[in-house]
Each structure stands twice: as C-alpha cells, then as structure tokens.
C-alpha cells in the first residue's frame, strides 16, 4: 500500500511537472520578456528640478552672431506633415506650427537623411562627415537585443528569418561604449569655440559616460533621455498603441521606463508626457540664455516607438476611429505644438530676428509601426535606402538672410548641417580633416551657384550601398545580391528599376561607391545580425516570397 501511494504521489508530480512545462513551453516568449524586464532595469527617482546655467543679465556691446536651434524629429515620415500637401489622416491632421516655420524661410525639396536609421544619421548632423570617416556606421544596441528580437521574428509566419551573428553579438562592446570617438569635433564644439552656450535636450545614442557623452562632445549642458516611455505605461493621462507584430515593441515595453538624467547625475523621472516636458525645458533654455548667443539641440524622442500619446492629443482627435493611427497622430500633434512653443518663446524673449533655426527628422517613418501612409508618395521605409528611408524634412528659417518661401531643389544632405550652421554664426567647420558637407547659405541667401551642392550623395550599411548622382540613385546589396537602378529626376517614387537595362550606369555609380569608400574606416562596433525589411508593405501585412525586400544589417 504504501509503495503504490508512493507511485500515486511520484505520478501527481510527474503530472505536475510536465504541465509546468508545458504551460513554459506555451509562455516562453512571454517569459524570456518577463526576465528581459526585470533585469537591469534601472528605477528613477522622483522628479528633479533641472536648473540651467543662467547668462548675463544684460547683452554684451557689439554684434551677436546668431543662436542657433537645431529641432530633431525621431522617424518622422515626409507625409506626416502638411508642409508637402500631406498629413496624417489623410490630411486631417495638420501641423500649421511646423509648416509656418518652413514657409517663413528655406525648404529643401529634396533633402536626404545621412542613413536610415537613427543615431548614424545623429553622428553625420553634428561632425559633417560619412562614416567612412569616422567609422559610426551602425546604430547602438543594448546586449542581448537581437538575440530577443530574433526569438520573435523567426516565428514561422514570415518568407524572410531575421538574421542573427552570435559571434559578433558575444563581442559587442556595452551599448554606452558604443560611441562616436571623442576625436571628431561636433558642431557644439565648432560653436563653443565661437563662444557660444550649448545645450541639448532629448535623445543622444551616440554613446555614453564620460567619454560618449553629449557632455563630452561640446555640449555645456545636457538633459538626457535616459530610457524610452514618454509617460510610465498605466499613467492616467496616457494612451498606449502595442504593436503585437513586431520585435521591436515588444523590447521597448519590456525594457524601458520614464526616465531622464542631466549632465551625467541621478536617473529621475520627468514630469509629463516627454514631447511636452521636452519643450518646457527648451523654453528655460532659451530664457536662461536670452543675452548671449546659444546653441540648442533639441533631440525629440517623438514620434519613435513605443506609441504613446497624451490622452489630451488623444481626445482631441476623436474623428480617427484607428486607435494606433489616432496614437500616432496625437503624437505629430504634440510635436507641431512643441515647435510652435519654441517659436512663441523666440519672439517673446525678443531673440527671433537673430535665431536660425533647423528642423529635420533623422531618417524616414518606420514600416514597423504598421502605418502605411507615413512616407506616401514615396516606396520603403526606415531602414531602407528607397527614398521613404531618407527623403527627410529639412527646414532652415534665418528672419533678413533667408527670405521666405525660398525652396532648393537640388539634393542635400545632413552631412549640410554643421558647415552651414558654422557659417552663419561666422566661424568654420574644423581645417584638419575633410568634411563632406557643404555650406548651403550660398544656395539660400543670394545669386545661387550654378553647380549644385553635391555632385554625389552616398550611403552605407554593411553590405547595402546607394549613391544618388546627376539624378540616378543606384541601391546594391548582397544580401539580397540585387541591385536597383532608379532615375529618381524623372522617377521619384522609384517605380521602374533599370538595372538590368542600363548596365553601363550601374558600373558608374558602383565604381563612384567603390571610390568613395576607398580607404575608408571600418566600423567601430560590428553588426550583429541582420533584419528583412518589406519594400512596399508594412511589417504587419502579410509578406510573400514574391514582394521585394532588404536585409538591413546592424
């Protein structure tokens, strides 16, 4: 009798361990995202007053070089502005703020983004160089990222596997080493020299500490985006938009928090729906700085992912009956609204006739969000290099040097941005190594060139290339081993490949990328993988073998 209770008990448990493994088994993924959450995660403090370093109190005799205000969008896509004809909701959403300030000075027509994705475009906005030149090739990654993305991904549902390097992986150096080298002089650094205050605010990504820093690259003072929601997820005055389908989302909800930090101190927690609080500091900014000339880069985190939106934008839009594009639209709102507080705050401190100021996006809207408007007219998405990638946004308004409603139509590049900042505050870009942009103000102030600003625009990312010269932009990959030709003068949307039609101009322009990167550095962190991105759908259509696509190394 007893041996048999003995099996009766030995069964239950049996019974019972297999059951928790099973439901393991059926929970896995939600389970490795419970460990990812929990592990590392740093919890902030209570909010902490941030006081910024105050000017004099009268302006100094003499002239005043311009301030300069440098406004970042994050994965804003060309569409989502009313500036083109465009708008989120077909239209319904307009954002007059941004638009005032492109119809108030110079819009570039055709302007490009430096890459595709984020922070190697950050790096090439603020040094002025390619990566060939500086090696910051690929965007920073928190350990363990692309194993977690992978194990979501390649889940049996889709024609292409996100591809995965354990070896590169194991030997990624930490993410806050992951850095743009101090040996690059930034445009913060080329103004400080000019005497001017620098400040930024918002997202860096281009490393961390003491040697990455904003602080450490020319920035007197830095509010920094320590981590990734712009209100903590069950805040009463927010409105959350997850998206099931993708990797992504699903790290940056398991990961992130609410969080920011000022010139390397403590980790605390903002105060309101980030846009918002973003742009309230830029106002001190601006305030505190009113007698002197300054710098300011406000990097906004807005309308990146995870898609959060004030519940007060949220309820004004009550006509859009799709809660993730009515999400996303409250969040463009938020982001015009914070442009046109810059703008206001400008004119009241009476600083707007001497300010230039730049508003860009780093790269085009993400297919990942499942938004299939975001860069319409234009094929692709971020992290490709089809011009939905990195056709940008790019405003410069100066009040007596630019006049309004000026328009170039040649391409540009944010490789531009430092060498025409630098100029307009009356200095140079550093004389002790090259700089591949150029100085648009001849463009924009008086009896144009008559060459164009570049006679070619290049960009890179591991094994995926593409120049854009005399109108032709070529895309070659090797992964897939496919090329794309494309007469974007006569062909902006990218419609007609040519390659196999016009094999001599695809030899041109692979021979002017093999110049360009001839000698060129090599990446300072490797990729570590590799991310199928569908040309013409978003990542929650359903692909199929025949739909183009790229594999988007880093």
Same mark, same amino acid.
């Given at each position: 009798?007893?041996?048999?209770?003995?099996?009766?008990?030995?069964?239950?448990?049996?019974?019972?361990?297999?059951?928790?493994?099973?439901?393991?088994?059926?929970?896995?993924?939600?389970?490795?995202?419970?460990?990812?959450?929990?592990?590392?995660?740093?919890?902030?403090?209570?909010?902490?007053?941030?006081?910024?370093?105050?000017?004099?109190?009268?302006?100094?005799?003499?002239?005043?070089?311009?301030?300069?205000?440098?406004?970042?969008?994050?994965?804003?896509?060309?569409?989502?502005?009313?500036?083109?004809?465009?708008?989120?909701?077909?239209?319904?959403?307009?954002?007059?703020?941004?638009?005032?300030?492109?119809?108030?000075? =110079?819009? $570039?027509?055709? +302007?490009? /983004?430096?890459?595709?994705?984020?922070?190697? %475009?950050?790096?090439?906005? !603020? &040094?002025?160089?390619?990566?060939?030149?500086?090696?910051?090739?690929?965007?920073?990654?928190?350990?363990?990222?692309?194993?977690?993305?992978?194990?979501?991904?390649?889940?049996?549902?889709?024609?292409?596997?996100?591809?995965?390097?354990?070896?590169?992986?194991?030997?990624?150096?930490?993410?806050?080493?992951?850095?743009?080298?101090?040996?690059?002089?930034?445009?913060?650094?080329?103004?400080?020299?000019?005497?001017?205050?620098?400040?930024?605010?918002?997202?860096?990504?281009?490393?961390?500490?003491?040697?990455?820093?904003?602080?450490?690259?020319?920035?007197?003072?830095?509010?920094?985006?320590?981590?990734?929601?712009?209100?903590?997820?069950?805040?009463?005055?927010?409105?959350?938009?997850?998206?099931?389908?993708?990797?992504?989302?699903?790290?940056?909800? =398991?990961? $992130?928090?609410? +969080?920011? /930090?000022?010139?390397?101190?403590?980790?605390? %927690?903002?105060?309101?729906? !980030? &846009?918002?609080?973003?742009?309230?500091?830029?106002?001190?900014?601006?305030?505190?700085?009113?007698?002197?000339?300054?710098?300011?880069?406000?990097?906004?985190?807005?309308?990146?992912?995870?898609?959060?939106?004030?519940?007060?934008?949220?309820?004004?839009?009550?006509?859009?009956?799709?809660?993730?594009?009515?999400?996303?639209?409250?969040?463009?709102?938020?982001?015009?609204?914070?442009?046109?507080?810059?703008?206001?705050?400008?004119?009241?401190?009476?600083?707007?006739?001497?300010?230039?100021?730049?508003?860009?996006?780093?790269?085009?809207?993400?297919?990942?969000?499942?938004?299939?408007?975001?860069?319409?007219?234009?094929?692709?998405?971020?992290?490709?290099?089809?011009?939905?990638?990195?056709?940008?946004?790019?405003?410069?308004?100066?009040?007596?040097?630019?006049?309004?409603?000026?328009?170039?139509?040649?391409?540009?590049?944010?490789?531009?941005?430092?060498?025409?900042?630098?100029?307009?505050?009356?200095?140079?870009?550093?004389?002790?190594?090259?700089?591949?942009?150029?100085?648009?103000?001849?463009?924009?102030?008086?009896?144009?060139?008559?060459?164009?600003?570049?006679?070619?625009?290049?960009?890179?990312?591991?094994?995926?290339?593409?120049?854009?010269?005399?109108?032709?932009?070529?895309?070659?990959?090797?992964?897939?081993?496919?090329?794309?030709?494309?007469?974007?003068?006569?062909?902006?949307?990218?419609?007609?490949?040519?390659?196999?039609?016009?094999?001599?101009?695809?030899?041109?322009?692979?021979?002017?990328?093999?110049?360009?990167?001839?000698?060129?550095?090599?990446?300072?962190?490797?990729?570590?993988?590799?991310?199928?991105?569908?040309?013409?759908?978003?990542?929650?259509?359903?692909?199929?073998?025949?739909?183009?696509?790229?594999?988007?190394?880093?």
């Amino acid at each position: 009798m007893k041996a048999r209770k003995t099996l009766i008990t030995l069964g239950a448990v049996l019974l019972v361990v297999v059951a928790l493994g099973a439901v393991a088994a059926a929970n896995f993924r939600s389970i490795i995202l419970f460990v990812v959450g929990s592990r590392g995660k740093e919890t902030p403090v209570a909010n902490i007053e941030v006081t910024w370093n105050r000017g004099p109190d009268t302006p100094a005799a003499g002239d005043r070089p311009p301030n300069i205000v440098f406004i970042l969008a994050d994965d804003l896509g060309i569409n989502d502005l009313s500036t083109f004809g465009g708008g989120v909701a077909g239209g319904t959403v307009p954002t007059p703020n941004i638009d005032a300030l492109a119809a108030s000075g =110079a819009i $570039m027509s055709q +302007a490009y /983004s430096g890459t595709a994705a984020c922070a190697p %475009s950050r790096a090439m906005l !603020l &040094t002025g160089r390619y990566p060939t030149r500086h090696g910051f090739e690929f965007t920073p990654t928190p350990g363990g990222m692309q194993r977690i993305m992978t194990l979501f991904y390649n889940d049996g549902t889709r024609p292409h596997d996100m591809l995965r390097d354990a070896r590169a992986e194991a030997a990624q150096p930490p993410m806050t080493e992951q850095g743009l080298p101090g040996s690059e002089i930034t445009v913060a650094e080329v103004l400080k020299a000019r005497g001017y205050h620098t400040a930024h605010i918002g997202k860096w990504h281009l490393g961390g500490g003491k040697a990455f820093g904003a602080n450490a690259q020319g920035f007197d003072e830095s509010l920094l985006m320590s981590s990734g929601l712009y209100l903590p997820e069950n805040d009463p005055q927010v409105v959350n938009a997850k998206l099931r389908f993708d990797p992504i989302d699903k790290f940056i909800w =398991a990961r $992130m928090t609410y +969080a920011a /930090s000022f010139n390397g101190g403590p980790v605390f %927690s903002p105060r309101g729906y !980030l &846009t918002d609080y973003y742009t309230d500091e830029a106002v001190k900014v601006i305030q505190a700085n009113r007698n002197r000339p300054f710098f300011l880069y406000l990097a906004h985190w807005g309308v990146h992912s995870p898609l959060q939106a004030s519940k007060a934008d949220y309820d004004a839009l009550s006509h859009i009956q799709d809660h993730r594009l009515r999400v996303y639209a409250a969040m463009v709102r938020a982001l015009d609204r914070s442009v046109g507080r810059v703008m206001q705050t400008l004119r009241d401190e009476g600083l707007a006739d001497n300010t230039v100021v730049v508003f860009t996006s780093d790269n085009g809207g993400a297919g990942y969000l499942g938004l299939p408007d975001v860069n319409k007219p234009y094929r692709g998405w971020k992290l490709t290099f089809f011009e939905g990638g990195i056709r940008v946004p790019y405003f410069i308004s100066w009040p007596g040097r630019i006049q309004p409603g000026t328009r170039l139509e040649d391409p540009v590049s944010h490789i531009d941005f430092l060498p025409t900042v630098a100029a307009a505050a009356g200095t140079t870009p550093p004389t002790d190594r090259p700089i591949d942009g150029r100085n648009l103000l001849p463009w924009l102030t008086g009896p144009r060139p008559a060459a164009p600003p570049h006679e070619a625009i290049f960009w890179q990312d591991g094994f995926y290339l593409a120049v854009l010269k005399d109108g032709w932009k070529l895309q070659t990959s090797d992964n897939p081993k496919k090329d794309w030709l494309f007469h974007v003068a006569v062909d902006p949307t990218e419609q007609t490949n040519l390659a196999a039609s016009n094999p001599a101009k695809v030899a041109e322009l692979k021979a002017a990328i093999a110049e360009h990167r001839r000698g060129g550095r090599p990446a300072l962190f490797p990729a570590t993988g590799a991310m199928p991105v569908m040309i013409d759908k978003t990542l929650e259509e359903k692909a199929t073998t025949a739909d183009e696509y790229i594999y988007w190394p880093g």
